[in-house]
């Protein structure tokens, strides 16, 4: 992409409603535009990020062997009304009429939608275990929607639904799902640290949080240093192996969410400096609850004995459009966003110091199109602006390398490549610039 073409409206000066530095990255960097309080327009650079994270939470879903589908936005009232949520729900829930005087809903969730959906096609132990997942806006109108994308009203989840025929096998589910979640925080550049957690409107009776430690974070959590360091990606994971073992190493340790935190047992279980007190993110949720919505809406199976039993269900959100804001909040400097290279919106800022002046431009389209040909996603800063704002700018927008053209440069041969997390900066001949990006 050429950023003289490209639709990226970046702000010099910081919008003063925005309290937290991703909400202000995020306005600054052009990636978001808010339509009404907690509901944003994406624009192309913001774009770009949510789709990469949506994508790798995709992959890794589909590795767990759950199956992807898509449910409308928009649900009938009836259907909550079943389960007893209709009226729980309060305030938050958007409901709506339509032109016959029917209600419906704006989902804020939909296990009463998916479990409607297996009731009426899943009727054998045979056919089961079943995970099913779909990658959807919600809406919640939040008390108090705040800090850009982190708290929104409209917001894009990750839900997923598993339905199997008695709580062993429901235990087996969930354990694949906390395995997916652990796997994905970490291909996005996060250490997500699993949180015993309360169930809230959704139910059931085991919860884990997924949180992500930044100062900014919303609520206050507590657990051992020792999950800061590990690496999930070591070692591969096999989905249809035991994975109880992994996931007792995941829990063994002390971590918990304010609701459920227990400064007693916090004290005993964990050295004093090995403790950890600190504010987090919530970027995932996990539940298992029974038969807590297919009793009331039917989804029942036969038994291998002769005789019928409602499936067992757990559910488990991803925040999508919240983890943009969360990764920015784990990865930022003074000067702007650092992208983890798995999300970035494009792998490199090609800066063209002095677009205009036959040699830089001649350089700079041919990286252009070599770096295309060579599926690497290239930022071409080919405006004619002053250098330091094309610096600030780069920097702005956290690219993970800079290839900065320049005239003075060229003459001897050289380009500079930088590293825009560690700021660490090399002259490399023209010509070696492709192979070491590659790399
Ligand atoms: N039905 C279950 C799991 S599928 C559920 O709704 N869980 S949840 O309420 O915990 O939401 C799942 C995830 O969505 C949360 O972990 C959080 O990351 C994200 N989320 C929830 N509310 C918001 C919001 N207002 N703005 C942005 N993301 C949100």
Redesign the pocket.
């Known amino acids: 992409m050429r950023l003289s073409q490209y639709f990226l409206p970046t702000l010099k000066e910081t919008p003063s409603e925005a309290r937290i530095v991703s909400h202000r990255y995020m306005l600054r960097a052009g990636m978001i535009r808010q339509a009404s309080a907690g509901i944003y327009s994406w624009l192309p650079l913001g774009l770009r990020v949510l789709k990469k994270i949506e994508q790798i939470v995709r992959e890794e879903q589909n590795a767990s062997g759950a199956q992807e589908i898509l449910m409308p936005t928009i649900q009938a009232a009836d259907l909550w009304r079943q389960s007893g949520r209709y009226e729980d729900y309060g305030k938050e829930m958007l409901r709506i009429t339509d032109r016959h005087g029917r209600d419906m809903l704006y989902g804020p969730?939909n296990?009463e939608q998916v479990t409607e959906i297996v009731a009426a096609h899943i009727k054998s132990f045979r056919q089961l275990p079943k995970s099913l997942y779909h990658i959807q806006w919600k809406f919640?109108d939040?008390v108090r929607p705040r800090f850009g994308?982190?708290?929104?009203?409209e917001?894009l989840?990750k839900?997923?639904y598993s339905f199997d025929i008695d709580a062993d096998a429901g235990r087996a589910a969930y354990n694949k799902m906390f395995v997916s979640y652990l796997r994905t925080f970490a291909r996005l550049g996060l250490q997500a640290i699993p949180m015993q957690a309360d169930t809230g409107p959704?139910g059931g009776d085991m919860s884990h949080?997924f949180i992500i430690v930044a100062d900014t974070g919303e609520s206050e959590v507590f657990c051992h240093a020792d999950y800061l360091d590990r690496d999930v990606l070591a070692r591969s994971v096999d989905y249809d192996g035991d994975l109880q073992p992994l996931v007792d190493e995941w829990t063994a340790l002390y971590a918990a969410t304010d609701e459920m935190h227990d400064p007693a047992r916090f004290e005993r279980a964990v050295p004093a400096d090995r403790r950890i007190t600190a504010r987090g993110i919530?970027?995932?949720?996990v539940?298992f609850f029974g038969d807590k919505y297919s009793k009331p809406l039917g989804a029942t199976v036969s038994t291998p004995g002769g005789g019928e039993t409602a499936v067992h269900m757990g559910?488990?959100?991803?925040?999508v459009?919240?983890l943009v804001g969360a990764i920015i909040e784990a990865c930022h400097d003074d000067k702007g966003i650092v992208w983890p290279p798995a999300v970035a919106p494009f792998k490199v800022g090609l800066i063209n110091l002095r677009s205009g002046d036959a040699a830089c431009d001649a350089a700079c389209n041919d990286y252009y199109a070599k770096l295309n040909q060579a599926g690497i996603e290239v930022l071409l800063d080919d405006r004619e602006e002053r250098a330091g704002t094309k610096f600030a700018d780069m920097d702005l927008i956290g690219l993970p390398w800079q290839l900065i053209v320049g005239p003075r440069g060229l003459k001897g041969g050289d380009v500079e490549l930088k590293n825009r997390g560690t700021g660490e900066t090399e002259e490399l001949p023209v010509d070696a610039v492709l192979t070491r990006l590659a790399g």
């Open positions: 969730t296990e919640r939040e994308v982190m708290r929104g009203r917001f989840m839900d997923a959704i949080e919530e970027v995932g949720h539940f559910s488990y959100g991803i925040g459009s919240r």
